[in-house]
């Protein structure tokens, strides 16, 4: 007979844990793989350890993303934030989740992403214009502005208005992050910019409608499928959606490569040496070695048996990324970060896993090599230079500062 969740021994962690950041959260997540132990005990749900479980719960139709639950949690009744969160692609399921995706996919497909680059490439020569000294804050200088900018071009937002993007981004953003809802002022704070970010995309839509353009706008506006079209609602939302998860993830994994490879001149080495082979798997392996997204979150909406477990209705599951991408049958030696690895074809958890698998992840990707490609080219040397400021591993796992000094290609 199946053992009740609730009767396992298990090892304890909190994954909102403001203090799991660097070191420290290897030290605790690796600590985690050598219980030997698949499940994990945190305060409010289970942590999913294994890379094959993980998988399962993110797949299973019994599963779903606890968005409204959280709200709900936070006291968040009503307003926009609310309106945002019952209409988010990640919080709907069956059909509803299925149209969405069908609709919104052939915008970002590794095709249409692969048209951006030369956008990135140009918004990357411009960042690396404006600098003028050799040390300086990576974050601020490339991480934050470059992807907002990139989304920017992307959607056919005004180039003008990239900073007020990123700004909603991070705030909105929160909406998943227990340790920054617990702040009332913060809730106040991303119901404004909800509210603020409709009003901004809301014209640009119209405008759209009546002048197409060569952008996500108009393609959305454009895309049919069986005679459907989204409704106003779906594509202010899905616009949204497409902003909040592209900007702060793609900006935090990307200070995270910098930081792994500023630590690790060697690896910069390979890098350089040959970019065309290395920077793809670069990209790969900081996605899997560091991902921004180490926890994404389940509810059980029916009872599940799992490996002779009974796990009831109502159960909530975290499922850890970082340790099932150290699945050692999967990525040979997990525990090394190492570009020049062969990992195989198994998909790393960083862009999930099932219906909701990352459908920005082609973009990102795109983002990531064309960053990694460009610095390659232009910085022969990184190294970390004092100040890294780190964020909580909890909800996307950021950088705030990261002080690099650059030794850049003579000639
Ligand atoms: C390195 C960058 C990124 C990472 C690590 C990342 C990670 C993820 C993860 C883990 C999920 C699934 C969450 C779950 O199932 O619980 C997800 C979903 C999503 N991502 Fe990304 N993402 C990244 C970049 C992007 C970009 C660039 C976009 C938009 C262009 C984007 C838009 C979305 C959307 C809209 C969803 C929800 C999909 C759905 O519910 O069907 N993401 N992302």
């Known amino acids: 007979m199946a053992t009740l969740v609730t009767e396992l021994d298990l090892p ?15 030290v605790a997540a690796n600590g985690l793989l050598d219980s030997g132990k698949w499940l994990a005990q945190g305060p409010l749900s289970l942590v999913v350890i294994d890379r094959e479980a993980g998988e399962f719960f993110l797949r299973s139709r019994s599963a779903e993303f606890p968005g409204r639950l959280i709200a709900d949690l936070f006291g968040i009744k009503d307003g926009p934030l609310r309106d945002q969160v019952d209409a988010n692609i990640i919080n709907r399921s069956g059909d509803d989740h299925r149209r969405l995706r069908s609709l919104v996919n052939p915008a970002l497909t590794p095709r249409a992403a692969n048209r951006w680059r030369p956008v990135m490439r140009e918004i990357l020569e411009g960042l690396w214009e404006e600098l003028e000294t050799k040390e300086f804050d990576f974050v601020s200088r490339f991480s934050r502005p470059y992807p907002s900018q990139t989304i920017a071009r992307v959607m056919g937002a005004p180039a003008v208005d990239a900073s007020r993007l990123h700004d909603w981004s991070e705030w909105i953003q929160r909406q998943f992050d227990p340790i920054a809802l617990s702040d009332p002022e913060t809730v ?32 959305l506006i454009r895309t049919e499928e069986e005679g459907e079209k989204l409704s106003d609602q779906e594509l202010r939302n899905l616009v949204l959606n497409i902003l909040v998860g592209g900007v702060d993830t793609t900006q935090s994994q990307l200070s995270q490569a910098i930081r792994l490879l500023a630590a690790a001149p060697d690896q910069w080495g390979l890098l350089r040496e040959d970019p065309e082979k290395m920077v793809p798997q670069a990209v790969s392996e900081v996605l899997r070695f560091e991902p921004v997204t180490a926890f994404t979150a389940r509810q059980l909406v029916e009872e599940v048996e799992y490996r002779d477990v009974t796990f009831p209705a109502g159960t909530l599951l975290v499922v850890c990324s970082f340790t099932g991408n150290r699945d050692p049958e999967a990525f040979g030696d997990p525990r090394d ?32 090599e064309e960053g990694l490609r460009f610095l390659a080219e232009k910085v022969e040397t990184i190294e970390l230079n004092g100040l890294t400021e780190l964020q909580a591993v909890s909800g996307i796992y950021g950088i705030d500062r990261m002080d690099v000094r650059i030794q850049p290609v003579s000639g």
């Open 12 to 26: 304890g962690i909190d994954p909102a844990d403001p203090e799991l950041k660097g070191d420290r959260w290897h």
């Open 337 to 368: 970060f190492d570009i020049a690895a062969e990992r195989g074809k198994t998909r790393p958890l960083t862009f999930g896993a099932g219906i909701h698998y990352c459908v920005g992840s082609n973009i990102a990707r795109a983002e990531l």
């Open 188 to 219: 106040e704070t991303v119901q404004d910019k909800v509210a603020e970010f409709y009003a901004w995309v809301d014209p640009l839509i119209e405008e759209r409608r009546g002048t197409p353009a060569d952008d996500l706008i108009t393609t």
